[in-house]
Every structure is written in structure tokens, then in C-alpha cells.
């Protein structure tokens, strides 16, 4: 029996869907899928050799069939018979072999490109600004970078060795067929669209029936859950529906049966022409061939007509096979557009062509005219300026949503500002190199956040270049050195904790970020009365700098944040 649309049914047919967001395949595309293979062309060569001799093998010993049919019909002797069935059974072993090797070339090089495009797109995603992360779903990124990509991994190990061996293999058998016999061999060639179109359009009708029952059945299981509910149960009985439900529920049931008996009928149809096609040809070729070879005396034997026929059986398969690979090359195609859309995402903050790297930086921060909005429609920070001299602290305080981290987040260049400048060091951060800037800047976020690792992890993620005497120093500080030390591992116990003891981590990493210059969203009055400066922000400006002695006496907002905020937490950390 051949293969029908090349696996599972229905790969072969697109959906409307499928053909609405059919990608444009363009030189460029194609250039660049293939860019991929570049690294690999040595491998790539080889693939194609062993494809090129598989497939050929592969059909040797339908030739040799043919062999040894005349030696069975000449009477040729015995050893020339044993000599060609030991022949045949090499080839076919030695095919087999290079098949096996062609398999593992073949997901070797599938696996090294998916390698290569994944670790390409991590880092790409990794340059994307904030911005990126808070407008797109993690799901759809996530999506990209597992699924899609690995979806290249069959296109290589199955799209594009699917059309090299079936071309492969078709070219060959007609070329042995028409060597053998131009008639016979265009008569083979005819009768394949009759066993190839009837069979097509079978699938396809059993294709579409199986989605229409999908539907009804989605239709089906919308009513059942609609109305067997206790909510809509009480609906249909208060509103006196049953007969209106129960109308609806048959006229689906009965749908379903009708679909389900013409699927069943279209599955016989099916397997009926194909018996009957896949037999027309060769009935045809023993026909024509005996014709030629008995009444017209032609230079054919019975050997070659077995040839014709067996050859014609496996062009079937790779008919059936390239057309609908025309499917699959289209949704490949679909798939590397949809890979490409994200390399191609610009890279909104990136380093200036001509990025400073100062060879050391004081730390000052320095707020000029600052005017922000993440989309245009909405402006968050008006005018902000303030210095922050090296050394020293900031604690910025505010009500929620006023403007707090977005201020924190344009010093390492989180987001860009629209206008005036933010300079670290004296310098524009525009202007800085993004790694020097990021890891001299330090920022004490106002959640607790530890990632999965050791404590001593976590407090060097902070400080890389922490000394072990500072890490015990903060842990010190913080309260929690009692703590580390009870630790079977110390330092190096995970940081699997409760919250109480998280927190105190977070409280040991801060004094480590504050070595160098910090600025702080602060939210606990110690951490407060500890900087050098408050700023209070309100709807993205600052409205009032000081110290919390006189900001308390103030009566503003400070004022306000002190009695509702403040102070109730001071009262409950008491
Ligand atoms: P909180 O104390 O609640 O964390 P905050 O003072 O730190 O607040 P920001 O997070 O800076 O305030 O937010 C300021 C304003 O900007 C808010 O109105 C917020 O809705 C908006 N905002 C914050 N992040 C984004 C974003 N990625 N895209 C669009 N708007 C944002």
C-alpha cells in the first residue's frame, strides 16, 4: 500500500487560515534560511551524498528483480540466480547502512543549527530594552524560542531531505525506465496523476469532513456544558427552554452522526480507489509491454517489464510525497518569518558606536530637565532634576505609581529619556559604555528579590568583587551572620528560606550595594533616616528634597507618606 499525503492526515492541505498569512518567500529569505546551514556545509555535502546514494541504491534492487526474473526465464544456472539474490541483499543492507549514518549526520546538523539559533535569539532577546518585556506576552517569547526554533529541526531533518531523496529517487526510476523502454516508461509516467489525483482529493474530503465534526463536536460540548450546568439549568427551567434546548442538542446530534457515517464512507472510497489505481498501471504496463514484446517482436524481456512495474510502484510514495511538501516548505517558510521577526526587532538601547569607558567613575547621578513617558499618550516624569554626589545617598519616596522606579530604571538604562539627560559620573549614560554602566551602578530594588542559588550567590550578585570579609561584615550588619552560621553550609546553603530569613538577606545585600553611591526607593523609615537626601516624588515630580527632620515638619506630602505609611510600619516592625 502506498503512503497517503506523506503521515498524518491533512498535513498535506493548509487551512484557510495557513493560506491567508501565507509568508512571501523571497531570495532573501531563502538566502538567509541557508546562511544557517553555511557553518555546516561540509556535513551538508555529505547529507547529500549519502542521500544521493541511499536513494539510488535503494532502487538497484528493483532493477535487479528484472535479473533475475530472465535468469529464471532463460534458465540462466543457478550460481548466476544465488549471485543475484546475494547481490540484491547487499544493496539493500548497504543502503540501509548509509540511511543510518544519513540520520544521524542529518539531526546532527538539525540540532547544531537549533543550537546556534537559540543561543543567537537568548542573546538577542536579552539586548531588547525593558520596554519589550512589558509589551509582549512571555508566553508568545517563550513560544519563539522553544517551539519555533525547534520546529527548524524537523524542516531540516524531514522538509529538505524529503525533496532531495524523493527527487532523487523519482529522476532515477524514470531515467532506468526510459533507458529500458521510451514507451512503456511514458505510459508509467501517464498513469501516475490517476493514482495520484483521485487519491488526493480523497484526503482532502476526509480531511475537511474531520474538521466539520470537530466543529460539531465543539458544538456539541458548547450545549452540554452550556445547559447541564447549575447555572444554566436553573436558567432553561426558569425560562421554560427544554424543548428549545432539547431541539438544539438533537439538531447537533444529529449532524454528528450524518458526518460521522460519510467520514467512515469517505475512509472506504478512499482505500477503494487507491486499490484500484495502484493496480491500473501495472495492469497496463504487463498489457502494453506483452503487446509490444509478442505481437510487434520489440527488444523487451519479461525481465524488464517486471522492472517497469516495480519501479513505477516507488514513484508513487515520492509523488505523493513532493506535493505535499509544497505544504510543508510553505509553513516552513511561515515558521522562519515568524524566527526572523524577532532578529529583526531593533535593539532600542544599545551601546553609542562610540561608548565611553571611563576609567573609573565617582558614582554621582545627575537628574537634568528629565521629561519621560513609556508611550507617547502619557507623560510620567516632568521636569526632573536632581544631583547625586558620589558617596552619598538618595532615598526616593513617593505614593504608589508616582514615578519611583521609573526614575531609577533611566540611570542604568533600563529606558531612554525623551529629553534632558541623565549623566553618571558626568557623563551622559548615552554616552557610557552599557556594561560599564550597568555594573557600576547600584540599585536597591524595594521587593525582596533573591534568585534561586546560595546566600553567598545572592550577596555577590550584588558586588561580584565582594570580599569574603565584607560578605560576613554585611551579613553582620544585617543580623543574619547567627543565622548563616547555624547553616550546615554557611554562606553556601540555598537560599530556599522563608520569608523572615529572606528578607534579612535582602537587608544584608543592601549595605553591600551601599560601598558605592546609592539611590534607594525606600519604603522602611531606617533605611530612610539613613540617606542623605529625600526626594518625594508625586505624579512624576519632585516636589519636595530634604531631610526628614524638616520634611516631617513640612505638612506635604512627606508629611502625609510619614503618618500613613511610615509610620504605621515603624509601629509594626516594633
Ligand atoms: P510603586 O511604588 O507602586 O512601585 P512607582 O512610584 O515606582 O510605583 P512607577 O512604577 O515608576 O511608579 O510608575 C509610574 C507610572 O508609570 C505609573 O502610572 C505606571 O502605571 C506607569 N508605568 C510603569 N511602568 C510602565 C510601563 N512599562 N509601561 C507603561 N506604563 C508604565
Same mark, same amino acid.
Given at each position: ?11 498535506g ?8 498569512n501565507r509568508?512571501?518567500v523571497?531570495?532573501?529569505?531563502l538566502?538567509?534560511?541557508?546562511s ?8 551538508f555535502?555529505?547529507?547529500?551524498a549519502?542521500i544521493?546514494?541511499?536513494s539510488?541504491?535503494?532502487?538497484y534492487?528493483n532493477?535487479?528483480t528484472?535479473r533475475?526474473?530472465?535468469a529464471?526465464?532463460e534458465?540462466q ?6 549471485k543475484l539474490i546475494?547481490?540484491?541483499?547487499g ?5 540501509s ?6 540520520n ?10 537549533t543550537?546556534d539559533m537559540?543561543n ?15 509589551t509582549n ?8 524560542m522553544?517551539? /519555533? ?8 531533518t524531514?522538509?529538505f531531505? +524529503? ?6 529517487t523519482?529522476?532515477?526510476a524514470?531515467t532506468?525506465?526510459y ?10 509516467v501517464l ?6 489525483l ?10 475537511e469532513?474531520?474538521r466539520?465534526?470537530q ?6 460540548n458548547?450545549i ?6 447549575v447555572s444554566g ?8 427552554k ?6 438544539r442538542y438533537k ?6 452522526i ?9 475512509g ?5 480507489v487507491?486499490?484500484?489505481f495502484?493496480?491500473i498501471?501495472p495492469?497496463?504496463l504487463y498489457?502494453?509491454g506483452?503487446?509490444l ?5 520489440q527488444?523487451i ?10 519501479l513505477l ?5 515520492p509523488?505523493?510525497?513532493l506535493l505535499n511538501?509544497q505544504?510543508?516548505?510553505i509553513?516552513?517558510?511561515?515558521l522562519?518569518?515568524?524566527i526572523?521577526e524577532?532578529?529583526?526587532?531593533p535593539?532600542e538601547?544599545?551601546n ?5 569607558v571611563?576609567k +573609573?567613575a565617582?558614582?554621582s ?6 521629561n519621560?513617558s ?9 521636569d526632573?532634576s536632581?544631583?547625586?554626589q ?7 519616596v ?7 522606579s521609573?526614575i531609577?530604571n533611566l540611570?542604568?538604562?533600563?529606558? /531612554?529619556?525623551?529629553e534632558g539627560?541623565?549623566?553618571f ?5 548615552k554616552?557610557l /559604555?552599557?556594561?560599564f554602566?550597568r555594573?557600576h ?15 553567598r550567590?545572592?550577596l @555577590?550578585?550584588a ?8 560578605l560576613?561584615a554585611a551579613c553582620?550588619k544585617?543580623n543574619?551572620?547567627?543565622?548563616v ?11 530556599? @528560606?522563608?520569608s ?11 549595605p ?5 553611591t +546609592? ?19 508625586k505624579?512624576?515630580r ?6 526628614h527632620?524638616?520634611l516631617?515638619k513640612?505638612g506635604g506630602?512627606y ?11 515603624l509601629?509594626?516592625?516594633?
Amino acid at each position: 500500500m502506498q503512503r497517503m499525503g506523506g503521515g498524518p492526515m491533512g498535513r498535506g492541505f493548509m487551512t484557510e487560515e495557513e493560506k491567508k498569512n501565507r509568508p512571501k518567500v523571497t531570495k532573501e529569505l531563502l538566502f538567509r534560511v541557508f546562511s544557517y546551514l553555511r557553518p555546516y556545509w561540509k556535513q551538508f555535502l555529505l547529507i547529500l551524498a549519502c542521500i544521493a546514494v541511499s536513494s539510488l541504491l535503494a532502487l538497484y534492487p528493483n532493477i535487479l528483480t528484472g535479473r533475475i526474473v530472465d535468469a529464471l526465464a532463460e534458465k540462466q544456472g543457478v550460481d548466476i540466480l544465488v549471485k543475484l539474490i546475494l547481490l540484491s541483499l547487499g544493496v539493500t543492507i548497504g543502503s540501509s547502512l548509509i540511511g543510518v549514518g544519513q540520520n544521524y549526520l542529518n539531526s546532527w546538523i538539525a540540532q547544531h543549527i537549533t543550537f546556534d539559533m537559540r543561543n543567537k535569539m537568548y542573546a538577542h532577546l536579552q539586548q531588547m530594552s525593558q520596554r519589550f518585556f512589558t509589551t509582549n506576552n512571555q508566553g508568545d517569547i517563550i513560544t519563539r524560542m522553544t517551539s /519555533d526554533i525547534g520546529g527548524v529541526q524537523s524542516v531540516i531533518t524531514g522538509t529538505f531531505t +524529503s525533496i532531495l531523496s524523493n527527487s532523487i529517487t523519482l529522476i532515477a526510476a524514470l531515467t532506468v525506465m526510459y533507458q529500458r523502454n521510451w514507451m512503456l516508461a511514458t505510459l508509467g509516467v501517464l498513469v501516475i496523476p490517476l493514482f495520484v489525483l483521485p487519491s488526493r482529493r480523497a484526503g482532502k474530503t476526509r480531511w475537511e469532513l474531520t474538521r466539520e465534526s470537530q466543529a460539531c463536536s465543539d458544538e456539541i460540548n458548547g450545549i452540554l456544558n452550556e445547559t447541564l450546568s447549575v447555572s444554566g439549568q436553573m436558567l432553561v427551567k426558569l425560562f421554560g427552554k427544554e424543548q428549545y434546548e432539547y431541539d438544539r442538542y438533537k439538531d447537533a446530534n444529529s449532524r454528528m452522526i450524518r458526518l460521522n457515517i460519510k467520514e467512515s464512507m469517505a475512509g472506504r472510497w478512499f482505500f477503494m480507489v487507491i486499490s484500484v489505481f495502484s493496480s491500473i498501471g501495472p495492469m497496463l504496463l504487463y498489457l502494453v509491454g506483452g503487446i509490444l514484446m509478442m505481437q510487434y517482436g520489440q527488444d523487451i524481456t519479461v525481465g524488464d517489464i517486471t522492472v517497469m512495474v516495480s519501479l513505477l510502484g516507488r514513484m508513487y510514495g515520492p509523488v505523493n510525497q513532493l506535493l505535499n511538501i509544497q505544504v510543508e516548505w510553505i509553513r516552513s517558510m511561515a515558521l522562519f518569518t515568524r524566527i526572523f521577526e524577532y532578529f529583526d526587532l531593533p535593539v532600542e538601547i544599545e551601546n553609542a558606536p562610540d561608548a565611553i569607558v571611563p576609567k +573609573s567613575a565617582d558614582g554621582s547621578v545627575e537628574f537634568q530637565h528629565v521629561n519621560f513617558s513609556y508611550d507617547p499618550e502619557r507623560k510620567i516624569l516632568h521636569d526632573v532634576s536632581f544631583t547625586l554626589q558620589a558617596g552619598h545617598s538618595v532615598a526616593i519616596v513617593g505614593p504608589s505609581g508616582s514615578g519611583k522606579s521609573t526614575i531609577i530604571n533611566l540611570i542604568p538604562r533600563l529606558y /531612554d529619556c525623551q529629553e534632558g539627560r541623565v549623566l553618571f559620573g558626568g557623563t551622559d549614560v548615552k554616552k557610557l /559604555d552599557l556594561s560599564f554602566l550597568r555594573g557600576h551602578v547600584g540599585i536597591v530594588s524595594q521587593e525582596t528579590y533573591l534568585f534561586n542559588g546560595t546566600i553567598r550567590d545572592n550577596l @555577590l550578585y550584588a558586588k561580584p568583587d565582594a570580599t569574603e570579609a565584607e560578605l560576613i561584615a554585611a551579613c553582620k550588619k544585617a543580623n543574619i551572620y547567627d543565622f548563616v552560621q547555624k547553616q550546615e553550609l554557611g554562606l553556601d546553603a540555598t537560599s530556599a @528560606l522563608d520569608s523572615i530569613s529572606e528578607a534579612k538577606i535582602q537587608e544584608a545585600i543592601e549595605p553591600i550595594i551601599q560601598t558605592r553611591t +546609592s539611590i534607594l526607593i525606600a519604603h522602611r523609615l531606617s533605611t530612610i533616616l539613613a540617606a542623605d537626601e529625600i526626594l518625594v516624588v508625586k505624579d512624576g515630580r519632585i516636589v519636595e528634597r530634604g531631610q526628614h527632620g524638616q520634611l516631617v515638619k513640612a505638612g506635604g506630602v512627606y508629611t502625609e507618606l510619614y503618618e500613613t505609611q511610615f509610620k504605621k510600619a515603624l509601629e509594626t516592625e516594633a
